[in-house]
């Protein structure tokens, strides 16, 4: 959400954290993969479930116009802010 709030007010922030790019997040992945291979199931799930609360709550914050219109936010490149929403909730639940 940090990255969302800095980029709302004129400080543009990149989605992904360094080092990782659109090109290297399969890298960012493997990562995640190996810091969590202690993470219990039932520490996974809360985790999922709180992730899933916050993103939702923030989705809240923003208006149709805002979510869908491509031309709301020009640091979402050539997409919508809602695309963004739904590749990181739905249709990443989907592909996991």
């Keep these: 959400m940090i990255k969302i709030n800095a980029n709302i007010n004129g400080v543009a922030r990149t989605f992904l954290p360094e080092p990782y790019n ?3 997040y399969l890298d960012m992945n493997i990562e995640l993969w190996k810091k969590h291979q202690e993470t219990s199931l039932l520490e996974a799930k ?10 939702l709550a923030l989705a809240e914050t923003f208006t149709s116009d805002e979510l869908f ?7 979402v490149g050539g997409s919508t802010l809602g695309a963004y ?7 990443h639940y989907d592909w996991g």
């Design 22 to 24: 659109w090109k290297t």
């Design 46 to 55: 809360e985790m999922f479930l709180q992730s899933h609360k916050d993103v």
């Design 69 to 75: 219109a491509k031309d709301a936010f020009n640091w």
């Design 85 to 91: 929403f739904v590749s990181s909730t739905a249709s």
